[in-house]
């Protein structure tokens, strides 16, 4: 088991041979897994931790049957030494668990969001500062290729100096993902802000190249807190019951007994560096994508599909109009989740977990998109008032961002 990093003049690289990766909860995301799989090639799944029967079955069929099975968190680290941890458990637990692989030195991924209170996001922060454990947050979509394309685009400096971005997000598959289960729940997610809408925050910060610091927000449970069909879903999978051919919204059934999380969201955000953003998210459209709009002072760039094959289009004159763009970019093929971004993303961890050093995700960031989630969405349930997103300490921004030396 890792313990206390070294020092910040040194460097520890951990030798070639296969990391043990503990896995921490395996239900609709403990497939990212695999992608640390790969006995004899650098790394592999050693011990996976979940209560259910069913988890754990689907874990030694993926894993092999050499693979460990426990109950929790606390018998993995009682049992069973590792080189690395990835907590893949619902977003509620994710805090708890990382507070305690944190504190035990453990090297720790945490699946997006990194929490759903500001307050877990700056323990685990303070925590893995103070003991010097290195943590790394999920946010994927920063190795999506649609993603990556447009920042190479800002920084190539083509649209001038970016001034405002907006996305609009459609989830198409709302109904199905998110309120058929605990995602439903305020006391379990928060708000869909996290849960979805810390990609999108986080990525219009990223492509901003600032923070929000005042946020405020519209909001409303406009379709599914009307469907009286209700279904405690414990027992089953989002595969178990999604269903593509439902429509429209209104004809769902079994939703989750409590749904009081919104249904479409609606923020505006103000950055530390002056740039001006809006993120919009319903869960109720027939489509499901999304769509960034990034605007400088000398062109803009607009994702016109967010998938392989899909186009980024760049207007860079007073020539060009509606469906005509100076240039187009096609948005790269990968293989893999998400376009390619979680064999991309796991592949960052691990190498962070041996070598330490910067990382294309970002811990403070993470927490960043946390923060702008959680005071949004209390902006939306207070009528709209702006709220000021507080600041991550100096010295702990320029820890994480410096490398976690």
């Not at 020092?7 to 990391?19: G, I, R």
């Not at 999108?200 to 409303?220: E, K, Q």
């Not at 009528?383 to 507080?390: L, R």
């Amino acid at each position: 088991m890792i313990g206390r990093a070294p020092a910040p003049s040194s460097k520890v690289v951990l030798p070639m041979t296969d990391l043990k990766i503990g896995v921490i909860g395996f239900g609709a995301r403990g497939g990212l897994a695999r992608h640390a799989h790969t006995p004899g090639e650098g790394s592999r799944v050693t011990v996976v931790a979940d209560p259910t029967p069913r988890s754990k079955d689907t874990a030694r069929e993926l894993f092999g049957e050499d693979v460990a099975t426990v109950d929790g968190v606390d018998q993995l680290l009682a049992e069973h030494e590792v080189d690395a941890v990835m907590i893949l458990t619902p977003d509620f637990a994710h805090a708890e668990v990382a507070l305690k692989t944190l504190g035990a030195g453990v090297p720790t991924f945490s699946e997006k969001p990194m929490a759903i209170s500001v307050e877990d996001t700056d323990a685990m922060l303070a925590l893995a500062m103070e003991k010097r454990t290195r943590l790394f947050v999920g946010h994927n979509m920063r190795h999506m290729p649609v993603i990556r394309q447009m920042k190479e685009i800002v920084d190539s400096g083509r649209i001038g100096r970016v001034r405002a971005i907006w996305c609009r997000h459609f989830v198409g598959t709302g109904g199905d993902f998110y309120f058929k289960d605990w995602h439903a729940e305020r006391a379990k997610a928060m708000s869909l802000l996290l849960q979805k809408g810390a990609h999108d925050i986080d990525v219009i910060h990223w492509l901003a190249g600032g923070y929000t610091r005042r946020v405020s927000g519209i909001g409303d449970l406009a379709v599914y807190g009307d469907i009286t069909d209700r279904r405690d879903n414990s027992d089953r999978r989002m595969g178990d019951w999604y269903d593509a051919d439902i429509w429209p919204p209104t004809a769902q059934k079994e939703l989750n007994p409590v749904i009081d999380v919104e249904d479409i969201s609606m923020l505006n955000m103000t950055l530390d560096n002056g740039v001006l953003a809006s993120y919009e998210q319903c869960h109720f459209t027939p489509d499901y994508w999304r769509n960034y709009t990034v605007i400088g002072d000398a062109g803009r760039i607009e994702n016109m599909s967010d998938g392989a094959g899909g186009q980024i289009h760049l207007w860079e004159s007073r020539r060009s109009g509606p469906g005509a763009p100076d240039a187009v970019e096609v948005i790269a093929r990968a293989s893999g989740g998400h376009g390619g971004a979680d064999p991309s993303l796991v592949g960052e961890f691990l190498r962070f977990v041996r070598e330490g050093g910067a990382t294309d995700v970002s811990v403070i960031a993470a927490r960043e998109a946390v923060a702008t989630g959680v005071y949004g969405a209390e902006s939306i349930r207070h009528g709209g008032i702006p709220y000021d997103v507080p600041p991550v300490p100096t010295a702990v921004r320029e820890y994480f961002d410096g490398g976690q030396a």
